[in-house]
């Protein structure tokens, strides 16, 4: 069966599995012509400078070329890139590394401390949620961090506006055994049955809910095993169905590409692109990553996260910032990773549209208080406000 078949069909099985159909789509070649932009193409995947994305995106026209470009190798293209610098502040990183560190120490001090999802329990140290954490315990790091502009860039991209960041924190010790290889969330995280009872076009649109992305808050030299890929097998359309079974998991062990990463760098790509975290063969690295979900407006989010306590916290912060002159921009990347940009579902006999087809979203109403330069328990009262209205 060729990849195309798949595409007609309206349910898919096991049976749609086919090896040598994979295999035509992962051993084709990444062309550099593809991918303009990129500095150049390694072991299949192209890699970025991100000051150069920062300088050719100065313009809409040119922020609107970038974005094209990164879609492409996204969806059409090997399905990840590297964005090299992407937090180019070292000082940045390593503060939220201090704050990821101490989450860390206090879930283990508080016996909450937490396993990984493909990877045996012990591996890893893994802070769920480390969002909203984050930004109730450090919203000055917080803010530095997802004032990110390469952040903002790629998932506007893929997912539009009005994105949800959610974060989590995954710390591979040395010694730490890799993953098994998985596709993402939302159909990967589903059961080989339960899967195949989504018809195929949800196989086809689960991708494009969610980007999934990882910041190096080390330096990760191979040995310290940075994710395994296999650039491509986002295409294979039945490969929600593929990923556990023995020969695709024998192929994938066979041929994954692995790239070191540097303090800052990026990798972003396809959720349903194959891939599984390394092994951690180095004697004194702790790889320390995190690990970015941002999922569409239009879809749901795999973490429940307090958004209205993030915006509280951050709300400060975001008028001293304002009054020492940070720009428009900086204001709207920080809001956009905090609060709610989306104003569904809600009930709309209390919460009616207001000057359109929609009322306001919980962002919305952070963006006008930084503006008026609300006092924070007006914002309080205003966000409780709104949270009631859009109860049933």
Known sequence: MSPTAAGSRTWLTEADCDLDAFRSLVEQRTDPADHPSAERVEQNVPLYDSDRLRSLAISPEGRRSVQDELVRALSDGPGI?????????????????????????EERASGTARGDHFAKPGANDRVWNALDKVAVRAPEVFADYYANDILELIAEAWLGPAYQVTSQVNVV????????????????????????????HVHRLSPVLTLQGAVAHCDMPVES??????????????????????????YFDAHHVQLPLEKGDAVFFNPALFHAAG??????????????????????????????????ALFPVLLRRKSEGVSEDWLR????????GYPFPTNLDLDPPVDGLAPPSQADTVRKAVAEDWDPERLRQELQAGAKRRQS
């Open 173 to 200: 010790n040395p010694g730490g055994a890799a993953q098994n290889v998985h596709r993402d969330y939302h159909l990967g995280f589903l059961s080989q049955e339960r899967a195949a009872t989504y018809p195929a």
């Open 279 to 312: 092994h951690n063969r180095s004697a004194d690295i702790r790889r320390m990553a995190n690990l970015l979900q941002i999922s569409s407006a239009f879809g749901r989010a795999m973490e429940s996260v307090d958004r209205e306590a993030m915006a509280n």
């Open 225 to 250: 095993g940075p994710t395994l890929y296999l650039p491509h097998s986002q295409k294979f359309e039945p490969g929600y169905l593929a990923w556990r079974l023995p020969r695709f998991v024998q």
């Open 81 to 105: 890139v590297v964005l090299k610098g992407a937090f180019p502040d070292a000082a940045v990183v390593d503060a939220a590394s201090e704050a990821f560190r101490a989450l860390i120490e």
């Open 333 to 340: 990347r920080v809001i956009a990773a905090t609060a709610e």
